[in-house]
């Protein structure tokens, strides 16, 4: 049976660059690896330097800004004069539009896969942005160690990490885990972006205080076919927020207050 182009996301990766020739594109870009994005009446500069391995850099490469739609809505419920985190930033690009097109106070974004944070680096710096604070951590219920669990050799979003060293091989170093609250200390957080593969309840948890204090809206990624939506959405209805969905894994957490 001969099957059509399937649809990114879907297909293997590399069928994907074949349908639509962006090989040959990446090979083309100038700078080298660096993809410009044209985006609200400006131009925003990824570097995306995995692009032929890994998903999550693909958007760019084909002129789009990575989930801009999901990130429009956030932007709607969300007062950008406050500090925003960035939980689970991956390349970069929900940071990028937290600094630059929301104009936050001060964003935190974490990431805990190393090659990632030089690649984040790499476009903050592309952009001239500077009101980013980098985290090489997973955001977590307590300060300590998280360890990778699973990861995807063409999803970079889809690497899992857990509480404590682990028992990976050596080569594979732990990294650090820390809650929000102890990072944002007493600074006014309006808006949190938690994509964190099954640690959900840590991270909020880690963040109760700023969620009592601060009341900041959340976006969530939830999975459902993991069972994922329930224990988070009772915890933040409990704490007075209501939810709404984005999409099919992503959902906004917004306080009654706001209502």
Not at 18 to 31: C, I, S, V, W, Y
Not at 116 to 134: C, M, P, S
Not at 196 to 221: N, Y
Request: aromatic share 8%; hydrophobic share 40%.
């Amino acid at each position: 049976m001969t099957h059509s182009k399937r649809k990114w996301g879907i297909s293997p990766i590399q069928d994907f660059i074949e349908q639509h020739g962006l090989r040959e594109k990446f090979e083309a870009l100038d700078p080298p690896m660096v993809a410009t994005v044209p985006y609200r009446g400006s131009s925003f500069k990824f570097y995306i330097p995995d692009a032929m391995t890994d998903k999550m850099q693909l958007a760019p490469l084909l002129g789009q800004y990575h989930e801009h739609f999901l990130l429009e809505k956030f932007n709607s419920a969300v007062d950008s004069n406050g500090i925003i985190c960035d939980l689970g930033a991956n390349f970069g690009s929900h940071t990028v539009y937290f600094a630059a097109i929301m104009k936050a106070r001060m964003v935190h974004s974490f990431e805990p896969q190393a090659h990632l944070i030089d690649v984040i680096k790499k476009t903050l710096d592309l952009n001239q942005i500077d009101n980013v604070t980098l985290h090489h951590a997973v955001a977590g219920a307590k300060s300590g160690k998280a360890h990778l669990k699973r990861t995807n050799a063409e999803n970079s979003g889809m690497a899992e990490f857990r509480p404590g060293a682990g028992d990976r091989p050596a080569d594979i170093r732990p990294v650090d885990m820390l809650p929000v609250d102890d990072v944002v200390g007493d600074a006014h957080v309006t808006g949190v972006k938690i994509d964190v593969e099954g640690m959900q309840m840590p991270v909020l948890r880690g963040m109760s205080k700023t969620i009592r204090r601060c009341a900041p809206v959340l976006w969530l990624e939830l999975r459902p076919a993991k069972g994922e939506i329930e224990q988070p959405s009772e915890w933040l209805a409990k704490r007075g927020y209501r939810r709404s969905q984005m999409s099919f894994r992503d959902f906004l957490f917004i306080p009654e207050t706001s209502a």
